[in-house]
């Protein structure tokens, strides 16, 4: 019998400090948004047993509620959901934090901007236990499909930047920083202002199917970076200081992003992500989905550099588990999504500390695995 992923012990919502002002307004707002989704089907339970079903029901009960207050907004998660702390049996918790980025670009190439981002091509395939091939990796989730019908390794991301996908006319738009685009493809979306006018919002669409390296780790474990100092503007300094070590350097990362264009969204609000609904800044999480059924509640008890200065302040926070990516792995393990725009990014790559709890709220009557 292989070992659970964590262990689910209750609590009471008197154990979580800070619980009554831990901005339930924006979970429940948030959480609406979602149930939205579940009239016509429950989210999927995964791993960690937190009914689908059972949170579908507690979520669209959040339609009838008198007011948006943050009593109201508390008393509906206390009377619909039970704490239980997530305790894995070997990783520490951890939680890291993305943005989505604003850039210029055009959907024409010209001088200025040359690099594209694409569109999910028409031969790769999404794979799973019932279409994989023997000889495909376990963690490739795509494959390219040949003319003769079978499944085989995708292009990498120095094959595409090469050529292999070109003449297919995928490009979305074209932006002017190779590193800015590698910098998108780490968190799954973008809003380009467009140099034609307007703004164009693109989102996570697939991806070639490698697995994910982060370019940072490398570089601390050839001694050329501590964790201390390793923060996105860092890397990202470094990678515009020397462009021909940054092509090799970011083509170690094989896995490479497609995007879809999504109009008509809320300008307040993230891209529409995993969990098919727009994030919210401070109130989306992005988890393992493996794990986590989409749309749990996660209360956070952590101190993060949020400060004006990037000084530790205490993050005490309820989320919405509304999103995914390929680093995050463990039960215990979140992204927080702080928001669009350059100053988000700077408060995102600050983060990577280890949260004092990491709390699921289970929908009453629908327990997870104790």
């Given at each position: ?26 979970a ?24 689908g ?5 507690a ?23 039970r ?27 010209n ?122 503007d ?70 993060l ?7 530790l ?25 702080v ?22 709220l ?9």
């Amino acid at each position: 019998m292989s070992e659970p992923a964590a262990d689910l012990v209750s609590c009471d919502f008197a154990d979580l400090p800070g619980w009554a002002e831990a901005g339930q307004v924006g979970a429940l707002a948030a959480l609406r948004r979602q149930a939205r989704l579940w009239t016509v089907a429950a989210p999927k339970t995964r791993a960690l047993g937190i009914d689908g079903v059972t949170l579908a029901a507690a979520g669209r009960a959040a339609f009838g509620l008198d007011g948006d207050d943050p009593v109201t907004a508390r008393r509906f998660f206390e009377t619909h959901f039970r704490p239980v702390r997530i305790v894995p049996p070997t990783a520490t918790p951890f939680l890291t934090g993305y943005f989505e980025p604003e850039l210029v670009g055009s959907r024409r190439r010209n001088a200025r901007f040359a690099v594209p981002l694409l569109a999910r091509p028409a031969d790769l395939v999404d794979v799973d236990e019932t279409n994989r091939p023997s000889g495909l990796d376990p963690a490739h989730a795509f494959a390219r499909r040949t003319p003769s019908g079978d499944l085989v390794p995708y292009f990498d991301r120095g094959e595409i930047e090469d050529g292999a996908l070109a003449g297919r006319n995928l490009e979305l738009v074209f932006l002017e920083d190779p590193v800015d685009a590698f910098f998108v493809h780490v968190q799954g979306s973008a809003r380009i202002r467009l140099a034609e006018g307007g703004v164009m919002r693109l989102a996570y669409a697939a991806k070639a199917g490698h697995p994910y390296t982060s370019i940072a780790k490398v570089l601390i474990a050839r001694g050329e970076a501590t964790p201390e100092t390793m923060t996105a503007d860092v890397l990202a300094a470094r990678l515009r200081a020397d462009r021909q070590a940054a092509t090799a350097l970011m083509r170690l990362n094989r896995s490479y992003v497609f995007f879809a264009e999504q109009p008509d969204l809320d300008p307040a609000l993230g891209a529409v992500a995993a969990a098919k609904v727009q994030l919210t800044p401070f109130v989306s999480l992005a988890v393992d989905r493996t794990l986590h059924t989409f749309g749990t509640p996660i209360f956070l008890d952590a101190d993060l550099p949020l400060g004006p200065e990037g000084d530790l302040v205490p993050f005490r926070r309820l989320m919405i588990a509304q999103d995914t990516g390929s680093a995050i792995v463990g039960a215990a393990r979140g992204d927080v999504f702080v928001g669009l725009g350059e100053a988000a990014g700077r408060l995102a790559g600050r983060i990577r500390h280890t949260p004092r709890a990491f709390v699921a709220l289970v929908p009453r009557n629908g327990e997870g695995r104790p």
